[in-house]
């Protein structure tokens, strides 16, 4: 018992000390103290503030591949579709046999070449995305680039010796879910012109005209001052390329809207115009 209490007596003393020692440390704390003001106005700044604006996120980098749930259409969609696994072509002329082979596609020779880089004309790409993004269906490119080893394959026709999609400016599609209203399509292109801020005000290219002179489909092509637009229906314009039951559309550019000047087959360009691997 008297141990116990020792025992507090002890902690009771050491306790009443550690208590005296902390206030007399307050105290010299207090009076050496030193406070410091603050020399600058409530409105000075250094590095003055910006006042904060409510902005959309940005897309982060792999967002930018995607319109809806579908990949964005880009150059990689217009590639050749050649291939040297494709059986040759014999044809029969004054007595003559002849045979035509495809190319080797992708593998062996790039997109048109413009500046360093392979080139597809992005008003073609522009529209595409703004179909995929509107009608939320997948668009199917089924011809784009074309070398001209794969255009006479695909199309022997003194037609198609001249064809734009030798040089990146010809596009023919469809697209899934809408196979067989390829008008609310062509509608689409109309309303692309009359929504985008650079076009919509101008005339030459919101007013679209008929083209009525002969062609190779039945409906008149509309076009405006960019661009042709062909409706082929499921039995016109049938080539290696185009070898399924759907109608199709082809767009094909006229005008320039970077360089600001119209669009032509040149020779030079599409046979000389791209690499070869
Ligand atoms: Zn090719």
């Known amino acids: 018992m008297i141990k116990i209490l020792y025992t507090f007596l002890l902690f009771a003393i050491l306790a009443g000390c550690s208590g005296l020692e902390d206030s007399e440390k307050k105290k010299i704390r ?14 000075e700044y250094i590095f003055p503030i910006g006042k904060s604006v409510r902005r959309e996120r940005e897309n982060y980098p792999w967002e930018h591949a995607y319109v809806g749930n579908f990949h964005r259409i880009t150059e990689d969609c217009f590639r050749c579709r050649g291939s040297q696994q494709n059986a040759f072509i014999t044809q029969h002329s004054n007595g003559q046999e002849t045979h035509t ?135 016109e314009g049938r080539d290696f390329d185009n070898n399924h039951r759907y109608p199709f559309i082809s767009i094909q550019l006229k005008w320039d809207r970077d360089q600001k000047e119209p669009v032509t087959y040149s020779w030079s360009q599409a046979f000389n115009g791209y690499l070869r691997y």
């Open 101 to 235: 082979f495809d190319c080797g596609g992708m593998d062996q020779h790039s997109l048109p070449f413009k500046e360093g880089k392979e080139f597809i004309y992005s008003a073609l790409i522009d529209l595409l995305n703004y179909i995929q993004e509107k009608t939320q269906k997948k668009v199917i490119v089924t011809c784009g680039h074309r070398c001209p080893k794969h255009n006479t394959y695909s199309d022997t026709s003194k037609f198609n010796r001249t064809s734009k999609h030798m040089i990146g400016a010809e596009v023919d599609f469809y697209v899934r879910g809408l196979e067989w209203s390829p008008e609310t399509v062509v509608q689409l292109i109309k309303d692309y012109y009359r929504e985008q801020p650079r076009f919509r005000s101008d005339e030459n290219f919101t007013h679209f005209h008929r083209y009525e002179k002969d062609t190779n489909v039945s409906t008149l092509p509309w076009y405006n001052k960019e661009i042709f637009v062909k409706l082929f229906k499921k039995d």
């Open 30 to 43: 207090k009076m050496n103290a030193i406070g410091e003001h603050i020399y600058r106005s409530h409105n």
